[in-house]
T-cell receptor
Framework: GQNIDQPTEMTATEGAIVQINCTYQTSGFNGLFWYQQHAGEAPTFLSYNVLDGLEEKGRFSSFLSRSKGYSYLLLKELQMKDSASYLCAVRDNTGFQKLVFGTGTRLLVSP | GAVVSQHPSRVICKSGTSVKIECRSLDFQATTMFWYRQFPKQSLMLMATSNEGSKATYEQGVEKDKFLINHASLTLSTLTVTSAHPEDSSFYIC??????????????FGQGTRLTVV
């Protein structure tokens, strides 16, 4: 089965740094994705990790530890527009390569 | 880039009627497409995997006779919500993969369809 957990909500201040955690227990693993989703819109791709370690892309970084079933998304220099839901998703290693999403974290950035 | 177009973006239908949602990959061929449902303030729930030329694979708890999926070509998958009820009101999103290659990273998402059943 699949179990992917994230904190439900987080708040942070403009200009600050926030870390959103994701823990997973899945029957198969072939990569972990982070997506951003604004209300009423489709998710947009942020990052992808398949090997342990940190992937940095501008203000966003994502970390993966496969042995611990753990990932985090780090957002630096927060901006008001970063207020959104952040979704962690695990891709399985079956023929379909399904993407299964976590519970999602709603981030509110305040002035 | 890779573009996935989903239509319609919004639809309101009467209870008991059927609604068809289309998902098209515009500039690539997609052997596999995925259909998700999202309720307010919740995450995406995978409903089914759509495979070109074969029957869809449904997730546990999803009624295959209610949510009909057809993947007739490499660029088009359709989801038909049959005999819709108000509890089917939700945001439905499709995504498409270019190939089954493990090296391919992203799944590309459509814009989503907001279904309201009255």
């Amino acid at each position: 089965g699949q179990n992917i957990d994230q904190p439900t909500e987080m708040t942070a201040t403009e200009g600050a740094i926030v870390q959103i955690n994701c823990t997973y227990q899945t029957s198969g693993f072939n990569g972990l994705f982070w997506y951003q989703q604004h209300a009423g819109e489709a998710p947009t791709f942020l990052s992808y990790n398949v090997l342990d370690g940190l992937e940095e892309k501008g203000r966003f970084s994502s970390f993966l530890s496969r042995s611990k079933g753990y990932s985090y998304l780090l957002l630096k220099e927060l901006q008001m527009k970063d207020s959104a839901s952040y979704l962690c998703a695990v891709r399985d290693n079956t023929g379909f390569q399904k993407l299964v999403f976590g519970t999602g974290t709603r981030l509110l950035v305040s002035p | 880039g890779a573009v996935v177009s989903q239509h319609p973006s919004r639809v309101i239908c009467k209870s008991g009627t059927s609604v068809k949602i289309e998902c098209r990959s515009l500039d690539f061929q997609a052997t596999t497409m995925f259909w998700y449902r999202q309720f307010p303030k919740q995450s995406l729930m995978l409903m089914a995997t759509s495979n070109e030329g074969s029957k869809a694979t449904y997730e546990q708890g999803v009624e295959k006779d209610k949510f009909l999926i057809n993947h007739a070509s490499l660029t088009l998958s359709t989801l038909t919500v049959t005999s819709a009820h108000p509890e089917d009101s939700s945001f439905y999103i499709c995504s498409a993969r270019k190939s089954r290659s493990p090296g391919e990273t992203e799944a590309f998402f459509g814009q989503g369809t907001r279904l309201t059943v009255v």
